[in-house]
């Protein structure tokens, strides 16, 4: 007989990029270097939508220019996002798929601002976990060298030299 373990739930993160395309950069260059939540079959699967509510504008570009290419003569920069997480994971104890899934969370919040989240981690046996306050998580951001660098680099000029 075997036994399994879900994860279900949502996780609303924003980063610090100046356009919204810098801003999906950082969430999947992150994403790409967070532990994996294995199980035998398949991983937990994370799944990125960009949240409406969480955006600024601005009446200049990333360049610090006006441009007839904005948006009514806004920039909108969106910088949230919402991150499904989804697993069933057989041959999985609670435990162990508790404690991968918190250190994925811990190094996840480590990069980005987590602002919300609600997920359930849950057995087959009854065993249940519901994360629900954002406090513990949300206090962990630390600024890493390579995303101060991207924002005291003049990036841009990569681009148009």
Excluded at 35 to 55: A, D, K, L
Excluded at 96 to 120: G, M, N, P, Q
């Amino acid at each position: 007989m075997s036994h399994w373990t879900y994860i279900t739930g949502v996780i609303t993160v924003s980063s610090i990029g100046r356009t919204t395309e810098e801003n999906e950069f950082i969430m999947k260059t992150t994403l790409n270097h967070l532990p994996i939540v294995s199980g035998p079959e398949q991983n937990m699967q994370v799944n990125i939508s960009r949240s409406i509510f969480i955006h600024e504008s601005n009446i200049c570009d990333e360049f610090g220019q006006k441009s007839n290419l904005l948006d009514n003569g806004w920039m909108h920069i969106y910088s949230g996002y919402l991150l499904t997480v989804d697993a069933e994971l057989i041959d999985r104890y609670f435990e162990e798929t508790k404690k991968a899934f918190i250190k994925w969370l811990c190094r996840l919040s480590k990069k980005l601002y987590v602002s919300d989240i609600c997920v359930k981690i849950y057995d087959d046996l009854c065993n249940r976990l519901i994360i629900s306050e954002p406090a513990p998580f949300s206090d962990m951001q630390e600024v890493s060298a390579w995303i101060r660098k991207l924002m005291e680099d003049e990036w841009w000029k990569r681009l148009v030299l």
